[in-house]
């Protein structure tokens, strides 16, 4: 009843069928959607449930159910994206053949719209911690076998651990694990691991919890969220990213899709605000990555820096702000993205304003 209501407001309802072998099992989606991808496919399977979600736009499409039979811990997934089309093959423990997939569970075979939906959460695996500044760390933690989840580009999770009983949640951005693919070898397969970089505030509730976990151990991560869309690259030519503090996490995966998937950009810029030159997160990367590809820059700008500083120095300004956004042609296309403490978002936001960008020419980072 409630699937039928939703359709008619937002995309047509996707459909479901599954057939078997002797040793596999394939669940089809039919999602009569073009433009889907593996990023639109979230699969997990925990105990007893086995679970599918769609993202169609705000809408997300779910197969909730508790299987007939055993099945083996991998699974794929296929997406067949000219006919939005979504295959799951799992592996039989056993090759008997089913009677049925299985019964269903909570909202099965429902298209919700994404504001209905609660965060769904699975437990992983921290992998390493390794220090980056005097206060953030890059922490990765692994997808259980039996998760498929691909964070798209823009898009946070939220970390959840139960700290002196209670479940506290805060929502963390992923990114890649290094700027620079040789800089650093990833520790497992990209599609397995997810990569954070987080400040651990001394007098802060979560980020604290979060430094005592050692390798092995668990912290559960939600399915991503954010309204971020990759359409808002097309035809883009320059692109300007102003990030404060930890605001630079969005910007990792913005500026590696930028500068490897978008044929028409001329210029990316980095305008990255600190405190201090000790807080500037990647900031070696950051400078290799100007040497190497001619189309990025980046320039740091301090609060509180030391007499030595040399660089450019204070909060967010129309100064700073005017000679730093000059298109590379009169009539470009820009995309200027902003991220970090509030004062910071909401300041930068209203300056940019005052500088005639319109709307579809900013995006800004925020909860
Ligand atoms: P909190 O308890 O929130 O405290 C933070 C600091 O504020 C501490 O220094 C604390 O002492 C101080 N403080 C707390 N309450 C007060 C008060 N009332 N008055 C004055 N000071 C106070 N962070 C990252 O490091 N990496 C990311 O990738 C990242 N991504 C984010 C994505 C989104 C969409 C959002 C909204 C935030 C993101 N953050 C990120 C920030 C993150 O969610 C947490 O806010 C941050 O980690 C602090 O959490 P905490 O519980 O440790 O600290
Ligand atoms: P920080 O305290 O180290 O400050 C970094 C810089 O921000 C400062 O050097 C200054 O230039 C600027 N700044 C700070 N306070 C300002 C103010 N009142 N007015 C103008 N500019 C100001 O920053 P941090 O501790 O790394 O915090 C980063 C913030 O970014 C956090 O609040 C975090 O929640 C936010 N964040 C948001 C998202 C998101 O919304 N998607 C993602 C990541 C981080």
Redesign the pocket.
């Known amino acids: 009843q409630v699937t039928d209501t939703l359709a008619k407001e937002g995309p047509s309802s996707p459909s479901y069928d599954w057939f078997q072998t002797d040793s596999l099992v394939t669940i089809v989606i039919y999602t009569k959607q073009k433009d889907i991808s593996l990023d639109s496919v979230i699969v997990d399977h925990q105990e007893d449930s086995f679970r599918v979600e769609t993202i169609i736009k705000d809408y997300s499409y779910l197969i909730h159910i508790g299987l007939s039979h055993e099945i083996q811990e991998d699974f794929s997934v296929r997406v067949i994206a000219n006919v939005g089309k979504i295959e799951i093959v799992l592996k039989k423990k056993e090759s008997t053949s089913w009677k049925s997939l299985g019964h269903p569970l909570e909202n099965h075979n429902s298209l919700l719209s994404k504001k209905d939906t609660g965060l769904y959460y699975r437990k992983c695996q921290l992998i390493s911690k390794e220090e980056v500044t005097h206060d953030?760390k890059l922490f990765s933690v692994m997808l259980p076998p039996s998760t498929h989840l691909q964070v798209p580009v823009g898009q946070?999770v939220y970390l959840k651990l139960t700290i002196a009983g209670t479940e506290?949640v805060?929502?963390?951005?992923?990114?890649s694990d290094s700027l620079l693919p040789e800089f650093k070898e990833p520790v497992l397969p990209n599609s397995k691991c997810i990569y954070?970089?987080?400040?651990?505030?001394?007098?802060?509730?979560?980020?604290?919890e979060?430094d005592l976990l050692q390798t092995g151990d668990y912290v559960s991560v939600s399915n991503p969220e954010?309204n971020f869309k990759i359409s808002q690259f097309q035809e883009m030519e320059d692109l300007f990213l102003l990030a404060a503090g930890?605001g630079f996490?969005?910007m990792v995966k913005v500026l590696n899709y930028a500068l490897t998937d978008i044929p028409s950009l001329r210029k990316v810029k980095l305008m990255f605000f600190n405190k201090t030159e000790d807080d500037i997160i990647w900031r070696s990367q950051l400078e290799k990555l100007a040497l190497k590809d001619k189309r990025f820059d980046v320039e740091f700008v301090l609060s509180a820096p030391t007499s030595e500083w040399s660089g450019k120095e204070g909060y967010v300004s129309p100064a700073l702000l005017s000679d730093f956004l000059e298109r590379s042609l009169e009539e470009s296309k820009v995309l200027i993205c902003i991220c970090g403490p509030t004062p910071f978002t909401e300041q930068g936001m209203k300056l940019l304003h005052d500088l005639n960008f319109s709307k579809d020419e900013i995006h800004s980072?925020?909860?």
């Open positions: 953030t946070h506290i805060k929502p963390y951005t992923p990114v954070f970089l987080i400040k651990i505030y001394p007098a802060g509730l979560f980020t604290p979060l954010g930890t996490t969005p980072f925020t909860a």
